[in-house]
């Protein structure tokens, strides 16, 4: 009964919502929610005893058929946990739309400041200057941007435009001033944080001695911030805080977190050089089809020596991932087949092709590949172009307009970036930054389809695919994709990092807004 209730509770507010959709205007609201509390509190049979029965024939089930076992899986999973959202159909398994969510409709991104927020403080009344000096690439260093708004805010200091990694393995000369929109980016969180380009040149002479620099431990909460930061940039008036990417917790109160997402999905505006040629690059697939599929592939050498895994190239394969795996000297030894049972290994490109067509992608869809350097070479590349002709990238589409960007991987990576968000579907074969910043602006803009591999369940359906027809696989792979398909009920509270899944900053529509819009 308690379990019963507690559940009733904390879906009441979607319970009343699906009420009034699905049900006739007259009826009383209150009634029905009475009898659903009923319901509730005189089920029969406990959930549990049920879905361990069907657990329990699981076994029995697999050893006669390939899917269907699958598919009881997850409906046991579905009864144990239900969500409110999956009964607006009215049932569960309402047969998926693999180009759009239908429940997106409800949901939209929210992010405006409470009106208790303090307001940023000025320059001259602020605590000092604080300098931040990003990581990695392109993406990493949008999440170290971001993190850097808020903490300057916690600390009631003027940020000084963050600088970008000039080091990484991508040697991208590249400052905030060639990637992003800087003058928007001060003026659009002027409310927020005082930002400035630079530390006003009188006050650098005047200082006795040079900025203060530190690294402060990955994911600090702001108390670490207030307690560990505040008295040096109090006394020093300048610290810069050296390899900003993480160090901000991912869990902050909803007030931060808003924040954070008026940052990451307003305030970073690419330079009009950049966002017009992204332009024109969505402009030209949609001109070809009238939806698209955009694919990131992470399938560098230096990520795949850096995963650990293994990709069936022999010895020539173990010997070059190996050689450039020495390059980090503090990794520990991995074993191939655990890191691929652990679902830590990305899909091949021929390994994305096969998940696509098994979810329902035909061949004649088309794709925009986001890629850097392929390990193989086309070779590597060839099996995913069969699956799929109509295979496009920026150089393919931007030949000569690419030109200029050729010397900047951070520029060519911002292009990518906007292809992939206006695609209809977006895919990654791995999990990495920029498939985590990308499917979390995706979630905010209206979750648009997305679409992530669930490689753990996947990779052992890849190794005995030719063991199966291709309808048993196509089956095992749909079933295996449960819950990695961009469904706003994969956005849990809590749930990862805060930057794919921007709980704090989605919001639900509100029952009149729907009723008006279908009548």
């Known amino acids: 009964m308690g379990v019963g209730v507690a559940k009733a509770c904390r879906f009441s507010l979607l319970s009343m919502n699906l009420a009034l959709l699905t049900q006739p205007n007259n009826v009383n609201s209150k009634q029905q929610n009475h009898v659903v509390c009923c319901r509730q509190q005189r089920k029969p049979i ?93 993406n990493q260093q949008r999440t170290g941007i971001t993190d850097a708004v808020v903490v300057a805010h916690i600390l009631n200091a003027t940020l000084v435009v ?56 990955r994911k600090s909460d702001p108390e670490y911030y207030l307690d560990q930061v505040l008295p040096i940039l109090l006394r020093r008036q300048v610290v810069q805080l050296t390899k900003f990417d993480y160090r901000l917790a991912s869990n902050l109160d909803d007030e931060l977190q808003r924040l954070r997402c008026r940052v990451n999905y307003h305030s970073l505006r690419f330079t009009d050089t950049i966002h017009e040629l992204g332009q024109r690059l969505v402009m030209r697939m949609q001109k070809m089809t009238q939806r698209f599929i955009a694919v990131h592939l992470r399938f560098e050498p230096d990520m795949l020596a850096f995963s650990g895994c293994y990709f069936g190239g022999g010895e020539k394969e173990r010997h070059e991932l190996g050689e450039i795996r020495k390059r980090w000297t503090t990794l520990p030894d991995l074993s191939p087949d655990g890191e691929r049972k652990r679902g830590k290994c990305p899909l091949t490109p021929h390994e994305v092709g096969l998940m696509l067509r098994a979810l329902g992608f035909t061949n004649d869809t088309y794709l925009y590949v986001a890629k850097g350097e392929i390990y193989g070479g086309d070779e590597t ?90 309808d048993t696989f196509a089956a095992k792979v749909k079933a295996s994709q449960k819950g990695f398909m961009g469904e706003p009920d994969e956005m849990r509270p809590g749930r ?24």
């Open 46 to 138: 406990s959930w549990s005893v049920v879905c361990g029965l069907m657990l329990f024939g699981l076994g029995l089930i697999s050893l006669l058929t390939g899917h269907m076992a699958s598919d009881l899986e997850w409906y046991s999973q579905r009864l144990v946990h239900p969500t409110f959202y999956s009964r607006l159909g009215g049932g569960y398994r309402a047969p998926i739309d693999i180009w759009k969510s239908q429940y997106s409709k409800y949901y939209y991104g929210c992010s405006q400041r409470g009106r208790k927020f303090p307001s940023a403080v000025s320059e001259q009344m602020s605590n000092g200057y604080l300098l931040i000096a990003t990581s990695g690439g392109l």
């Open 496 to 519: 990862g990092e805060f930057h794919e899944f921007p709980n704090s900053c989605i919001c639900q529509k509100s029952i009149m807004d729907e009723r008006e819009r279908r009548i």
């Open 162 to 217: 963050p600088e970008l990694d000039h080091h990484s393995y991508w040697k991208d000369d590249s400052d905030f001033i060639n990637i992003f929109d800087v003058d928007w980016f001060i003026s659009y969180l002027a409310k927020d944080v005082t930002i400035v380009k630079r530390v006003p040149d009188k006050f650098m002479r005047s200082m006795e001695k040079p900025p203060y620099q530190m690294r402060v431990p």
């Open 381 to 470: 590349m060839q099996p995913l172009k069969n699956l799929f002709p109509n295979m496009y990238t920026k150089e393919m589409l931007a030949e000569e307009e690419l030109k200029p960007f050729l010397p900047f991987s951070s520029r060519l990576a911002a292009i990518d970036y906007i292809v992939c968000d206006e695609s209809d579907v977006f895919v990654t074969n791995n999990n990495g930054n920029m498939a985590k910043i990308i499917a979390g602006r995706r979630r905010y803009m209206g979750h648009k389809r997305t679409i992530r591999p669930n490689a753990k369940k996947l990779s052992p359906l890849f190794v005995g695919r030719h063991r199966m027809d291709w």
